[in-house]
């Protein structure tokens, strides 16, 4: 069995637009840190999955084109940055009230890469900012990793470990022995 990290995209791949989507590439601008601990869990042989929910296909702001063209970018600069690029890129263009069972914080999306790739949840990870990507990755039984320095009270937020950005995820991933 293989062992992934499931990541969010907005928020944690790159950073989230106030109130706004990413429409394009120009717009699309990656995380601190996130290029050193993308190449740290690849050379750990974990699998990368990008899970993302992507509602601005839905409501018609961008076309599933253009975020092909935004993801190839990504792609690219992954392999440009570290050698690696996401090994499966799963996305959700549902809007939130549509019932969806791909659509964070249900599980359609990472069932269907823990079935494709032979996932062992119990050795892999999710990495989301938002109470649905630690929600979906608790129901599929991945360990949990909220990345928000803007949650403070996380009482109510069921995630196994909570950081305020990448480089604490990777310091807990690769320092602390």
């Known amino acids: 069995m293989n062992k992934a990290i499931f990541f969010d995209r907005d928020g944690v791949v790159n950073i989230k637009l106030e ?4 429409k394009s590439v120009d ?8 290029f050193k601990l993308f190449r740290q869990i690849k050379e750990q042989n974990y699998l990368t999955i990008l899970v993302t929910n992507q509602q601005c296909i839905g409501k018609g702001i961008i076309t599933v084109d253009k975020l092909h063209i935004i993801h190839s970018y990504m792609q690219t600069e992954l392999l440009k940055h570290t050698d690696y690029n996401f090994d499966k890129i799963y996305f959700c263009s549902d809007m939130e009230d549509s019932g969806s069972k791909y659509r964070k914080p249900e599980t359609g999306m990472f069932t269907d890469a823990i079935q494709k ?3 062992d949840v119990n050795n892999s990870w999710t990495i989301g900012d938002a109470i ?4 979906a990755g608790n129901k599929v039984g991945t360990k949990t990793i909220l990345v928000n320095k803007n949650i403070k009270n996380t009482k109510y937020i069921d995630a196994d470990l909570h950081f305020d950005n990448l480089n604490q995820v990777y310091n ?5 022995k």
């Open 19 to 22: 109130n706004d989507y990413v």
């Open 117 to 119: 790739y032979n996932i």
């Open 132 to 135: 649905s990507d630690i929600q």
């Open 27 to 34: 717009e699309f601008v990656f995380k601190d840190d996130f």
């Open 172 to 176: 807990y991933f690769f320092n602390m």
